[in-house]
């Protein structure tokens, strides 16, 4: 496979409107660049006019443009040049910086609003992403692309602009270098290229290894946060406080050490380069005036010299920062073109599903049918189910029971779409669900084991995922008598509003199921399914779970998966979950 440049990832991770928003901030670039040489070349003058005014003047009339310049403009003397070369340096600074003010402006509006929209790219590709493909996520991972690898991503495209920046204006002053002293500027150009190939060669490889294991320690450091704050109750209960907040500290020691050593090694070149800089220029006098060489002949040449290099210094040092920064940074891009690589499959797999998918929505007016599947993990080969048959029937409720780990939890999610079948169909009144996926969610309640519950009030819990301003507070309220839990928020001081904690542990196991339920139903939806959805409540939470459940019979078609036979005692059908089958039984 022919290997992706740095340049062709960062072109294949902006779309035709971002390319050409490149394209501008280049031309601007380069005319930022014009407007820097000409700042410090029309320094040269200056100089010129204030230490040899009489040389000032035979240049002037050596050349017809300036001199038939000054003439239009009644400038005859040396006081003259020499003030009006002085006006015409400030209003060079001034425009000269207002135009790098507001490059700088459009440079950093770009990085901001495009790593904006790379972020809520990437988490929307991550959760149009097939179920499956989380099945093994890394979910340290996962934060560190948004919070870490896309934001370094735009610094160095940054960097890269910035660079292409200094590179034009060092480029530009070493032109007019060149005409005023070529012996000297292409000794100092020799050093500088030659400090820059060493600092790419030696530099850019360790830089990379830092970037890439700062990425690794970067995950490990949001893993062990993870753990810690989602398991605070088991934390906290078996006394392991010491242990996490131990590997988190030594985890982030070593963080800091390869922060550390990125910060030494960016630090180098700058360093290097002033030293060879400075140690070069005077050596060559050295050797210009140990040849007999006349210093005073060249005071005007050094002067000159010593203005270019306080803008050519700093620009020959930053360029190479950049080079560093970029390499340090380079992992993260490489990992987000991957992901985005990744997230083209799922746009066309999307794309696909919506340009097969019938205009109809699908309506359950007789049964539901899982029509001989068979399945496996995508990480295995072992089936879980094999040419496996059940049949739902409208307005009936049906109960799956099995030992652990027979798949009754994988049933559910086949039946939801989560799962994809190897062969064999899920089907609404003899349609497949995927012609119409959206159409068939919406006629689906699920209410899991463990409900996930947002530290919000009640109210953004039943809606979930809904805008407050969009939110019917008369179905909350309907939602909430159906699941058994009005009169519990009726007596709440702060009633709907009342927030609930992270995860709801506020709230009681069976009041968590009952938010749940409410959930569920907002949408009125014709099916509900509840994947063993009281089997960690206790006997008598459970019973009065159940009997809102139960209140649903005949109402609402219902697939039901229990561990305990109690559970499904009420419902119209039973499936048992045996050897790879869906085998209809009775209790």
Not at 22 to 32: D, R, T, Y
Not at 109 to 137: C, D, H, Q, W
Not at 380 to 400: L, Q
Not at 503 to 516: E, F, K, M, T, W
Request: neutral net charge.
């Amino acid at each position: 496979m022919k290997k992706i440049t740095l340049l062709g990832k960062v072109r294949a991770i902006f779309d035709r409107k971002q390319k050409w928003q490149l394209v501008g901030l280049g031309i601007m670039i380069f005319i930022g660049g014009l407007l820097e040489t000409l700042g410090v070349s029309a320094m040269i003058p200056v100089v010129q006019a204030l230490l040899a005014p009489d040389e000032l003047m035979g240049y002037i009339d050596r050349i017809p443009v300036v001199k038939n310049l000054c003439d239009a403009l009644s400038i005859t003397t040396v006081k003259q040049v020499t003030m009006a070369l002085l006006y015409g340096m400030m209003a060079i600074y001034v425009i000269k910086n207002l135009y790098i003010l507001l490059l700088t402006y459009m440079q950093n509006t770009f990085i901001t609003k495009n790593r904006n929209r790379m972020i809520s790219r990437v988490m929307a590709e991550f959760l149009n992403r097939p179920y499956e493909k989380y099945l093994g996520a890394d979910i340290p991972t996962v934060f560190r692309i948004t919070d870490s690898d896309i934001p370094q991503t735009f610094s160095l495209i940054l960097a890269m602009l910035q660079l292409a920046s200094e590179a034009v204006v060092t480029c530009l002053i070493f032109m007019v270098l060149l005409l005023n002293d070529p012996g000297m500027t292409l000794f100092i150009i020799a050093v500088f290229g030659l400090l820059t190939l060493f600092i790419v060669k030696v530099f850019k490889p360790r830089l990379n290894r830092i970037g890439a294991r700062n990425q690794a320690i970067q995950s490990r450091i949001a893993k062990w946060r993870i753990q810690a704050t989602y398991g605070l109750k088991d934390v906290k209960v078996l006394n392991r406080e010491e242990f996490y907040v131990r590997n988190y500290y030594e985890t982030g020691k070593v963080g800091a050490e390869v922060a550390r050593n990125y910060a030494v090694l960016n630090n180098m070149p700058r360093l290097l380069i002033e030293t060879v800089f400075i140690v070069s220029v005077l050596g060559f006098l050295v050797v210009y005036i140990n040849g007999g060489g006349d210093i005073t002949a060249m005071v005007t040449t050094i002067s000159a010299f010593a203005i270019a290099a306080v803008r050519v210094l700093p620009s020959v040092n930053r360029i190479n920062t950049y080079i560093t920064e970029i390499a340090y940074t380079q992992p993260s891009l490489d990992f987000v073109y991957d992901n985005l690589q990744e997230g083209m499959k799922t746009d066309a797999m999307l794309a696909e599903r919506k340009a097969y998918s019938q205009v109809e929505k699908l309506k359950l007016d007789h049964q539901i049918e899982l029509d001989h599947i068979s399945f496996h993990y995508p990480d295995s080969d072992k089936n879980i189910f094999e040419d496996a048959h059940m049949i739902v029937p409208k307005g009936k409720s049906v109960g799956i029971i099995g030992t652990s780990g027979a798949g009754k939890s994988t049933i559910v999610d086949i039946l939801l779409g989560l799962l994809h079948a190897q062969t064999g169909m899920i089907t609404c009144d003899g349609v497949d669900i995927f012609k119409n996926y959206e159409s068939w969610l919406a006629q689906i309640g699920y209410i899991p084991q463990s409900i996930y519950l947002i530290d919000e009030s009640i109210r953004d819990n039943i809606a979930f995922g809904i805008d407050a301003d969009k939110i019917d507070e008369k179905r909350i309220w309907e939602v909430l008598e159906e699941a058994q839990l009005k009169e519990f928020v009726e007596e709440l001081p702060e009633g709907l509003d009342t927030t609930i904690g992270d995860r709801g542990v506020r709230l009681s196991g069976g009041q968590r199921q009952r938010i749940g339920i409410a959930r569920a139903l907002y949408n009125d939806p014709e099916i509900l399914v509840f994947d063993e959805a009281t089997s960690a409540l206790d006997n008598d939470t459970e019973a009065a779970v159940m009997e809102a459940v139960n209140s649903f019979h005949g109402r609402k078609t219902m697939i039901i998966i229990a561990h305990r036979l109690n559970t499904i005692e009420k419902c119209d059908m039973i499936y048992k979950v045996e050897n790879m089958k869906l085998v209809k039984t009775t209790l």
